[in-house]
Protein backbone atom coordinates (compact mmCIF):
# COMPACT_ATOMS: atom_id res chain seq x y z
CA UNK A 1 0.00 0.00 0.00
CA UNK A 2 0.82 3.15 -1.29
CA UNK A 3 2.25 5.95 1.89
CA UNK A 4 3.25 9.24 1.27
CA UNK A 5 5.20 11.34 4.09
CA UNK A 6 5.65 14.73 3.94
CA UNK A 7 8.13 16.54 6.60
CA UNK A 8 8.14 19.34 8.22
CA UNK A 9 4.26 19.33 9.01
CA UNK A 10 4.77 23.25 9.57
CA UNK A 11 7.51 25.40 8.51
CA UNK A 12 7.34 28.97 9.77
CA UNK A 13 10.10 30.98 7.73
CA UNK A 14 11.00 34.88 7.63
CA UNK A 15 9.98 36.98 3.91
CA UNK A 16 12.83 36.09 1.52
CA UNK A 17 14.13 32.56 2.58
CA UNK A 18 14.16 30.51 0.06
CA UNK A 19 13.06 26.59 1.30
CA UNK A 20 12.48 23.13 0.85
CA UNK A 21 9.50 20.87 1.28
CA UNK A 22 9.83 17.43 1.42
CA UNK A 23 8.24 14.31 0.25
CA UNK A 24 8.59 10.44 0.43
CA UNK A 25 6.53 7.80 -0.86
CA UNK A 26 6.82 4.45 -0.21
CA UNK A 27 6.18 2.85 -3.70
CA UNK A 28 8.03 3.78 -6.52
CA UNK A 29 5.91 2.31 -9.06
CA UNK A 30 4.04 5.59 -10.07
CA UNK A 31 2.88 7.37 -12.99
CA UNK A 32 3.06 11.12 -12.30
CA UNK A 33 3.65 13.23 -8.53
CA UNK A 34 1.76 16.71 -8.09
CA UNK A 35 2.32 19.27 -5.61
CA UNK A 36 -0.95 21.32 -4.34
CA UNK A 37 -1.41 24.39 -2.83
CA UNK A 38 -4.37 24.86 -0.53
CA UNK A 39 -5.24 28.03 1.27
CA UNK A 40 -7.12 27.92 4.60
CA UNK A 41 -11.17 26.86 3.85
CA UNK A 42 -10.49 26.28 -0.01
CA UNK A 43 -9.43 24.10 -2.70
CA UNK A 44 -6.96 22.41 -3.85
CA UNK A 45 -4.60 24.50 -6.54
CA UNK A 46 -2.47 22.26 -9.10
CA UNK A 47 0.86 23.70 -8.88
CA UNK A 48 3.36 21.44 -10.45
CA UNK A 49 2.85 17.85 -11.90
CA UNK A 50 5.97 16.07 -12.59
CA UNK A 51 5.67 12.74 -14.93
CA UNK A 52 7.62 9.80 -13.80
CA UNK A 53 10.08 10.09 -16.50
CA UNK A 54 10.72 13.69 -15.25
CA UNK A 55 13.45 14.86 -13.02
CA UNK A 56 11.95 18.47 -11.97
CA UNK A 57 9.17 21.01 -13.49
CA UNK A 58 9.51 24.58 -12.81
CA UNK A 59 7.49 27.40 -12.60
CA UNK A 60 7.97 30.86 -11.71
CA UNK A 61 9.62 31.03 -8.10
CA UNK A 62 8.64 27.23 -7.98
CA UNK A 63 11.00 24.27 -8.20
CA UNK A 64 9.81 20.22 -7.54
CA UNK A 65 12.03 17.48 -8.14
CA UNK A 66 11.55 14.01 -8.26
CA UNK A 67 13.99 11.19 -7.59
CA UNK A 68 11.92 8.09 -8.24
CA UNK A 69 13.74 5.29 -7.57
CA UNK A 70 14.67 6.56 -4.17
CA UNK A 71 10.78 7.70 -3.31
CA UNK A 72 11.51 11.14 -2.92
CA UNK A 73 10.56 14.71 -4.27
CA UNK A 74 11.26 18.44 -2.98
CA UNK A 75 8.87 21.22 -3.63
CA UNK A 76 11.71 24.61 -3.68
CA UNK A 77 10.19 28.09 -3.23
CA UNK A 78 12.49 30.70 -4.07
CA UNK A 79 12.23 34.26 -2.54
CA UNK A 80 9.17 32.99 -0.21
CA UNK A 81 6.51 35.63 0.29
CA UNK A 82 3.63 36.40 2.47
CA UNK A 83 1.37 35.58 0.11
CA UNK A 84 3.00 31.83 -0.27
CA UNK A 85 1.73 31.43 3.24
CA UNK A 86 -0.70 27.95 2.96
CA UNK A 87 -0.90 24.10 3.02
CA UNK A 88 1.42 22.20 0.37
CA UNK A 89 0.22 18.69 -0.43
CA UNK A 90 2.09 16.38 -2.25
CA UNK A 91 0.50 13.49 -3.96
CA UNK A 92 1.05 10.68 -6.03
CA UNK A 93 -0.75 8.83 -8.32
CA UNK A 94 0.49 5.03 -8.25
CA UNK A 95 0.70 3.08 -11.96
CA UNK A 96 -0.57 -0.03 -10.44
CA UNK A 97 -3.84 2.02 -10.55
CA UNK A 98 -4.03 4.89 -12.92
CA UNK A 99 -6.87 6.85 -11.50
CA UNK A 100 -6.09 6.44 -7.56
CA UNK A 101 -4.15 9.57 -6.10
CA UNK A 102 -2.08 8.96 -2.66
CA UNK A 103 -2.09 12.49 -0.98
CA UNK A 104 0.62 13.48 2.49
CA UNK A 105 -0.89 15.15 5.55
CA UNK A 106 0.63 18.33 3.99
CA UNK A 107 3.31 21.21 5.10
CA UNK A 108 1.74 24.28 6.71
CA UNK A 109 3.71 27.12 5.55
CA UNK A 110 3.94 30.63 7.29
CA UNK A 111 5.80 33.26 5.85
CA UNK A 112 6.61 35.67 8.49
CA UNK A 113 6.97 39.88 7.11
CA UNK B 1 -13.14 27.16 -18.68
CA UNK B 2 -14.74 27.75 -15.07
CA UNK B 3 -13.06 24.40 -13.35
CA UNK B 4 -14.72 22.06 -11.33
CA UNK B 5 -17.84 23.76 -9.96
CA UNK B 6 -19.04 22.57 -6.62
CA UNK B 7 -22.17 23.50 -4.72
CA UNK B 8 -23.14 24.40 -2.53
CA UNK B 9 -20.10 25.72 -0.19
CA UNK B 10 -21.34 25.47 3.07
CA UNK B 11 -23.99 23.64 4.18
CA UNK B 12 -25.26 22.79 7.75
CA UNK B 13 -27.88 20.84 8.95
CA UNK B 14 -29.15 18.45 11.70
CA UNK B 15 -28.50 14.43 12.47
CA UNK B 16 -31.30 12.27 10.78
CA UNK B 17 -31.28 14.88 7.68
CA UNK B 18 -30.51 13.79 3.77
CA UNK B 19 -27.88 15.78 2.04
CA UNK B 20 -27.09 16.28 -1.48
CA UNK B 21 -23.70 17.78 -2.56
CA UNK B 22 -23.04 18.35 -6.03
CA UNK B 23 -20.50 18.78 -8.69
CA UNK B 24 -19.58 20.12 -12.12
CA UNK B 25 -16.51 18.56 -13.92
CA UNK B 26 -14.68 20.53 -16.36
CA UNK B 27 -15.82 19.82 -19.60
CA UNK B 28 -13.96 16.93 -21.56
CA UNK B 29 -12.89 15.63 -18.29
CA UNK B 30 -13.65 11.66 -18.56
CA UNK B 31 -12.89 11.18 -14.84
CA UNK B 32 -14.89 12.45 -11.84
CA UNK B 33 -13.99 11.80 -8.17
CA UNK B 34 -15.43 12.69 -4.65
CA UNK B 35 -12.65 12.85 -1.76
CA UNK B 36 -13.38 13.62 1.88
CA UNK B 37 -10.91 15.70 3.87
CA UNK B 38 -10.98 15.95 7.84
CA UNK B 39 -7.93 16.88 9.92
CA UNK B 40 -7.33 13.30 11.06
CA UNK B 41 -7.69 11.55 7.98
CA UNK B 42 -6.39 14.15 5.80
CA UNK B 43 -7.82 13.39 1.99
CA UNK B 44 -9.97 9.88 1.56
CA UNK B 45 -10.57 9.42 -2.16
CA UNK B 46 -14.73 8.07 -1.68
CA UNK B 47 -15.60 7.30 -5.55
CA UNK B 48 -14.05 7.52 -8.77
CA UNK B 49 -16.18 7.62 -11.95
CA UNK B 50 -14.62 7.33 -15.47
CA UNK B 51 -17.15 8.11 -18.52
CA UNK B 52 -20.42 8.09 -15.78
CA UNK B 53 -20.16 4.79 -14.44
CA UNK B 54 -18.63 4.40 -10.90
CA UNK B 55 -15.26 2.21 -11.25
CA UNK B 56 -14.19 2.43 -7.75
CA UNK B 57 -16.27 2.95 -4.50
CA UNK B 58 -14.72 1.20 -1.97
CA UNK B 59 -13.62 4.29 -0.19
CA UNK B 60 -17.25 5.89 0.61
CA UNK B 61 -17.19 4.82 4.65
CA UNK B 62 -20.94 2.93 4.56
CA UNK B 63 -24.48 2.59 3.18
CA UNK B 64 -25.45 6.05 3.90
CA UNK B 65 -23.63 7.07 1.44
CA UNK B 66 -24.52 7.31 -2.32
CA UNK B 67 -22.96 8.85 -5.96
CA UNK B 68 -24.41 9.07 -9.26
CA UNK B 69 -23.39 10.33 -12.33
CA UNK B 70 -26.34 10.75 -14.23
CA UNK B 71 -24.38 12.54 -17.39
CA UNK B 72 -20.67 13.90 -18.38
CA UNK B 73 -22.31 17.41 -16.80
CA UNK B 74 -22.98 16.57 -13.47
CA UNK B 75 -22.66 14.33 -10.24
CA UNK B 76 -24.10 13.82 -6.83
CA UNK B 77 -23.15 12.87 -3.29
CA UNK B 78 -25.70 11.95 -0.98
CA UNK B 79 -25.90 11.41 2.45
CA UNK B 80 -28.60 9.68 4.04
CA UNK B 81 -29.20 9.99 6.95
CA UNK B 82 -26.24 12.45 7.79
CA UNK B 83 -24.50 11.92 11.45
CA UNK B 84 -22.32 14.86 13.03
CA UNK B 85 -19.39 12.25 12.28
CA UNK B 86 -19.80 13.28 8.69
CA UNK B 87 -18.95 16.69 8.94
CA UNK B 88 -16.08 17.42 6.99
CA UNK B 89 -14.54 18.98 3.41
CA UNK B 90 -15.95 16.95 0.72
CA UNK B 91 -14.07 17.77 -2.82
CA UNK B 92 -14.52 17.00 -6.59
CA UNK B 93 -12.14 16.59 -8.68
CA UNK B 94 -12.30 15.74 -12.48
CA UNK B 95 -9.43 14.64 -15.06
CA UNK B 96 -9.35 14.00 -18.55
CA UNK B 97 -8.22 9.48 -19.14
CA UNK B 98 -4.40 9.12 -19.49
CA UNK B 99 -1.64 8.54 -16.53
CA UNK B 100 0.37 12.08 -17.71
CA UNK B 101 -2.63 14.59 -17.02
CA UNK B 102 -3.01 16.02 -13.08
CA UNK B 103 -6.28 16.39 -11.47
CA UNK B 104 -7.94 19.36 -10.93
CA UNK B 105 -10.42 20.05 -7.55
CA UNK B 106 -13.33 21.76 -6.41
CA UNK B 107 -13.54 24.15 -4.31
CA UNK B 108 -15.64 22.20 -1.97
CA UNK B 109 -18.20 21.77 0.17
CA UNK B 110 -17.67 22.26 4.12
CA UNK B 111 -20.46 19.92 5.77
CA UNK B 112 -21.65 20.45 9.00
CA UNK B 113 -23.98 18.00 10.43
CA UNK B 114 -25.33 19.25 14.03
Known amino acids: KQEVTQIPAALSVPEGENLVLNCSFTDSAIYNLQWFRQDPGKGLTSLLL?????REQTSGRLNASLDKSSGRSTLYIAASQPGDSATYLC????????????FGKGTLLTVNP | DAGVIQSPRHEVTEMGQEVTLRCKPISGHNSLFWYRQTMMRGLELLIYFNNNVPIDDSGMPEDRFSAKMPNASFSTLKIQPSEPRDSAVYFC????????????FGSGTRLTVV
Open chain 1, 50 to 54: IQSSQ
Open chain 2, 93 to 104: ASSPDGSNHGYT
Open chain 1, 91 to 102: AVRPSGSNYKLT
